[in-house]
Nanobody
């Protein structure tokens, strides 16, 4: 079982930045594919970004490319999402995700609100 705890959400003005963190349990963190997803009010959960176990391969949703950066620190069992140039439409609950073999794990989410 993998437990994920997100932090770093909050209220920010449009154009501002936030960095989300997700701390993961387990001894095999460097084998986890980690990702971020988000869910805005009244909408489905959507993919934001993902990073492989070594941290040398990343993927982003088109609308986040150039503004968001995913990274990880395997020594700290933590994955990050640096979000710059935030827009009101980025307002959502952001969820951390871990994939490890057949397991798919989710954090409880952290709220990000971008005011115009």
């Amino acid at each position: 079982q993998v437990q994920l705890v997100e932090s770093g959400g909050g209220l920010v003005q449009a154009g501002g930045s936030l960095r989300l963190s997700c701390a993961a349990s387990g001894r095999h963190f460097s084998n986890y594919v980690m990702g971020w997803f988000r869910q805005a009010p009244g909408k489905g959960r959507e993919f934001v970004a993902a990073i492989n176990g070594k941290g040398d391969s990343t993927d982003y949703a088109d609308s986040m490319k150039g503004r968001f950066t995913i990274s990880r620190d395997n020594a700290k069992n933590t994955v990050y999402l640096q979000m710059n140039s935030l827009k009101p439409e980025d307002t959502a609950v952001y969820y951390c995700n871990a994939q490890y073999f057949a397991g798919n794990y989710w954090g409880q989410g952290t709220q990000v609100t971008v005011s115009s």
